[in-house]
Every structure is written in structure tokens, then in C-alpha cells.
């Protein structure tokens, strides 16, 4: 008899890090025994991260140090896809950066310049205490003076191991509420960072699916682009938030470490 719990028809996937296999870093109970129980059996990865604070060579070591070996080309960050679409399509712009980290690495194909010179687009990445009253309101005079509001993500909030911290989707949202603009946004959840990472498995986004803790940029809008949504109750997982979401998830699980069984693998 088929296990109506399994998933068919799911040859890789694409996963969310923070709050799903790490927590401040620190591995999730059963996360890394599940990777390696997914790299045993062949399936392919690849990571999806809006995180914004550290570069991708900086994540690739951190989730070493979590016993979760991944490399530099299996993860998809939101910067880097963030420096890629600049490049694409708005080609030499002088880019105003908002961002709480050191992202010099990953944006190096990009021209962000000092504080205070003019700049044709405001690149907004994570929150944290660089988003002050002075900052913001550098950032509000350039948008009413034409340049553009990119954004690297527009989470509303994340969670570490002190509890929930607000994120930069608050402050996307008062930008262009007071600008009068409208954000692109390049990380999670847009089509393009998501089908980016399914090209790169080599597979249709229907053989996919997308493992994360928020249901909204993670699970839905996954599913929203054609993929298996997979919803774990870690990390800024909130009952409450999914009662309250536009859909349902086609999976909830306890944890990462539920995933492979999902798959119908061995332990």
C-alpha cells in the first residue's frame, strides 16, 4: 500500500538553511544526519538562503563547522543573485548599499559607493542596527531623486537562538510607501532566484521541492512556481502565521530530519 505521507515523483531539492538545518549556525537535532543520508541516495541539492549578513564562502564554512558539507556552487544566495541581476540588467549603476554585513565579496561585479555620493539604484539587504533614522532617510532622499529600490529579500522577520528579530521586509515596505516606489525584490520569493537553482539541478520545478520554515517566501511561493512545498515547524516557523497564510503547505514536517523518510529513503 502507498504511503499517502510519501512524496512522489520528487527527484531533488531545493532548501532553505536558516531555520531549517541551522539555528545561529548551530545544527538543527537531525539536520546534518538527514544531508547525508540525501547525498547517500544520490539526491541533488542545491541551498537557498536570503541570508545577507555573511558572503556564500562564509555560509559554505559555517555549515562545515555544523558537520553539513555543501559547496560554494550548490548555494544560491540572495546577494550574489542580487550582484547578478545588476549586472544584468542595470548595467555600471552606482548602487547605495543599506545591508547589516560585510558583503564586499559577493557584489565585487557591482559599483556601490560611499555613503554620501549620488547613486542611481538603493540596494537594501538584511536589517540590523545600520538601519538608522539617518540611514533611512539617505536612502528615502535618493529614491525621490529617481534612482531605483532594489531588494535583496523582504523577510519581515528571522529568528536566532535570543528569539525573533525584525527583518528588512518593514523597512522595504516604508520606502516605498514613502517614496512612492515599487521594490524589486531578487531573493526569495521571486521566480527568477527559484528557478535559477531548478535549472541547475537539471530539473523541471514539478520533480522539485522546496523545504523551508517560512510558509510565505519559502513553502507557498515555491509552490506558487511549480514546486513540491515542504513546510518544517523549526525555526521561524509560527502556527499562528500559517493559519493566517493564503495557502497550504502540500507537506509539514517536525523537522529537516523528517525529509528523507518523505522521500521514502532508508534510514
Known amino acids: ?20 538545518l541551522t539555528l545561529s549556525w548551530q545544527p538543527i537535532d537531525g539536520a546534518p544526519e538527514a544531508i547525508a543520508r540525501l547525498h547517500d541516495a544520490g539526491v541533488p541539492l542545491r541551498y537557498l538562503t536570503n541570508t545577507t549578513s555573511i558572503t556564500r564562502a562564509e555560509i559554505v564554512r559555517r555549515l562545515d563547522a555544523a558537520g553539513i558539507a555543501v559547496t560554494s556552487d550548490e548555494v544560491f544566495t540572495a546577494p550574489v543573485a542580487t550582484a547578478a541581476w545588476i549586472a544584468a540588467h542595470r548595467p555600471g549603476a552606482r548602487c547605495h548599499l543599506l545591508n547589516s554585513g560585510d558583503l564586499t565579496e559577493d557584489l565585487q561585479a557591482i559599483d556601490v559607493v560611499p555613503d554620501d555620493e549620488p547613486a542611481e539604484v538603493v540596494l537594501l539587504g538584511g536589517a540590523g542596527p545600520e538601519f538608522s533614522y539617518d540611514a533611512l532617510n539617505r536612502a528615502v532622499g535618493l529614491l525621490l531623486d529617481g534612482a531605483d529600490l532594489v531588494a535583496m529579500h523582504q523577510n519581515r522577520y528571522w529568528r536566532t537562538d535570543a528569539g525573533f528579530c525584525l527583518d528588512s521586509g518593514a523597512f522595504v515596505a516604508a520606502l516605498e510607501r514613502a517614496a512612492g516606489v515599487t521594490a524589486t525584490v531578487v531573493g526569495k520569493p521571486s521566480a527568477e532566484f527559484f528557478e535559477t537553482a531548478a535549472a541547475d539541478l537539471g530539473l523541471a520545478p514539478d520533480r522539485v521541492a522546496m523545504v523551508g520554515d517560512d510558509i510565505e517566501n ?38 529537516f530530519a523528517s525529509v528523507p523518510d518523505l522521500l521514502g529513503l532508508g534510514a
Open 1 to 20: 500500500m502507498t504511503d499517502p505521507a510519501r512524496l512522489d515523483g520528487t527527484d531533488g531539492l531545493l532548501i532553505d538553511i536558516d531555520g531549517v
Open 218 to 255: 519559502d513553502v507557498l511561493a515555491g509552490q506558487a512556481h511549480g514546486f513540491t512545498g515542504i513546510l518544517v515547524r523549526t525555526g521561524k516557523y509560527r502556527p499562528e502565521v500559517v493559519e493566517a497564510a493564503d495557502g497550504t503547505p502540500d507537506r509539514t514536517v517536525p523537522s
